[in-house]
């Protein structure tokens, strides 16, 4: 089993940062994909940004890339995102998730097996 735990979500004003962290747990694979969700109120969870361990490959869709930035230390089992110049409409539920694969690049939710309990993130105008 593999165990998340989010931290770092808050209330901040557009244009603000956040960094996310996500502390992993447990039987974890050394080869693995470790993602960020969101998921605003009323929608379906979508795909931030995605690393593999241990080597640190990313992939982030164009929405986000230059603003999100996801990164890991695997000394402290720990990946994180950080949000910057925020906007409102990021706010959401940010989730931290796990895939056991070392074939490719994936943010299709039904592909994690393991997920955190998430942290709020606010982004007020």
């Known amino acids: 089993q593999v165990q998340l735990v989010e931290s770092g979500g808050g209330s901040v004003q557009a244009g603000g940062s956040l960094r996310l962290s996500c502390a992993v747990s447990?039987?974890?694979?050394?080869?693995?994909?470790m993602a960020w969700f969101r998921q605003p109120p009323g929608r379906d969870p979508g795909g931030v940004a995605t690393i593999y361990s241990p080597s640190g490959g990313t992939y982030a869709p164009g929405s986000v890339k230059g603003r999100f930035i996801i990164s890991q230390n695997n000394a402290k089992n720990t990946v994180y995102l950080q949000m910057n110049s925020l906007k409102p409409e990021d706010s959401a539920m940010y989730y931290c998730?796990?895939?056991?694969?070392?074939?490719?690049?994936?943010?299709?939710?039904?592909?994690?097996?393991?997920w955190g309990q998430g942290t709020q993130v606010t982004v007020s105008s």
């Open positions: 447990g039987d974890t694979p050394r080869s693995r994909y």
């Open positions: 998730a796990a895939r056991v694969s070392n074939s490719y690049f994936s943010l299709q939710p039904k592909e994690y097996q393991y």
